[in-house]
T-cell receptor
Framework: GAGVSQSPRYKVAKRGQDVALRCDPI?????LFWYQQALGQGPEFLTY????????KSGLPSDRFFAERPEGSVSTLKIQRTQQEDSAVYLC???????????????FGAGSRLTVL | SQQGEEDPQALSIQEGENATMNCSYK?????LQWYRQNSGRGLVHLIL?????REKHSGRLRVTLDTSKKSSSLLITASRAADTASYFC???????????FGKGTTLSVSS
C-alpha cells in the first residue's frame, strides 16, 4: 500500500482481556518495528522484524506481549491479560531495511490507541 | 542504535520566528535523522544527515551535525502555526536497525 496501515485505530479493553493490534507495512519493506508511546513521552522500542524473523524483542515489557510476522508482511502485536499500564499508543513503522543508504528511514502508521479500563 | 537527547524539552515562539532544537548523543554514528510528530499522529521523517555531512537543507529546515561534539541541531526558519509538533532526533547506525527515540522537543508556534 501507499503507507503503513494500523488497525484498530482505537481499542478499549477491560483489564484482563487479550488484544491484538495489526500492522500492514509498505509493500516491499523488509524491516518492521513496533513502538509503545505513553502520553507525553517519546516512542519506546518494543520489537523489530526483518522479513519474518524477529531479530530483537528486547523492548517487550513482559511475557504478556507477543509479536509475530509469519509471512514477512503483516504483523500482529498481541497483549495478553491487559493491565492499566498497557494503555498507550502502539506505533508500527516499516523501512526498506537493506540496500540503499536511506534504508533505515522509518515510515510510521498513525498508531493504535489502547485504553485499558 | 542509541537514544538521542533533545533540548529544550519545550519551545514556544511566534509565527515568523526561527526555532532551533538540539540533539546530543553518546557514541559514533553513521547518520542521524529528525522526525516530527503532530498530535495524535505517527512520526514523519523530516531529514537524514550522514556522518560525513556537516549541514543539510530541506525547504525551511536546516540540520547541522557536529560529530566531534556528538550533537546535531534542527533549525526551522520562518515558523508557521502548522509547525506546532514534537520533534525527535534518532542517531542511527546500520540499515534495518531499530531507531531509539528520546522524549523530543515540543514546539508550539502561536499566530
Amino acid at each position: 500500500g501507499a503507507g503503513v496501515s494500523q488497525s484498530p485505530r482505537y481499542k478499549v479493553a477491560k483489564r484482563g482481556q487479550d488484544v491484538a493490534l495489526r500492522c500492514d507495512p509498505i509493500s516491499g519493506h523488509v524491516s518492521l518495528f513496533w513502538y509503545q508511546q505513553a502520553l507525553g513521552q517519546g516512542p519506546e522500542f518494543l520489537t523489530y522484524f526483518q522479513n519474518e524473523a524477529q531479530l530483537d524483542k528486547s523492548g517487550l515489557p513482559s511475557d504478556r506481549f507477543f509479536a509475530e510476522r509469519p509471512e514477512g508482511s503483516v504483523s500482529t502485536l498481541k497483549i495478553q491479560r491487559t493491565q492499566q499500564e498497557d494503555s498507550a499508543v502502539y506505533l508500527c513503522a516499516s523501512s526498506l531495511g537493506t540496500g540503499s543508504f536511506g534504508a533505515n528511514v522509518l515510515t510510521f502508521g498513525a498508531g493504535s490507541r489502547l485504553t485499558v479500563l | 542504535s542509541q537514544q538521542g537527547e533533545e533540548d529544550p524539552q519545550a519551545l514556544s515562539i511566534q509565527e515568523g520566528e526561527n526555532a532551533t532544537m538540539n540533539c546530543s548523543y553518546k557514541t559514533s554514528i553513521n547518520n542521524l535523522q529528525w522526525y516530527r510528530q503532530n498530535s495524535g499522529r505517527g512520526l514523519v521523517h523530516l531529514i537524514l544527515i550522514r556522518s560525513n555531512e556537516r549541514e543539510k537543507h530541506s525547504g525551511r529546515l536546516r540540520v547541522t551535525l557536529d560529530t566531534s561534539k556528538k550533537s546535531s541541531s534542527l533549525l526551522i526558519t520562518a515558523s508557521r502555526a502548522a509547525d506546532t509538533a514534537s520533534y525527535f532526533c534518532a542517531p542511527g547506525g546500520q540499515a534495518g536497525t531499530a531507531l531509539i527515540f528520546g522524549k523530543g522537543t515540543t514546539l508550539s508556534v502561536s499566530s
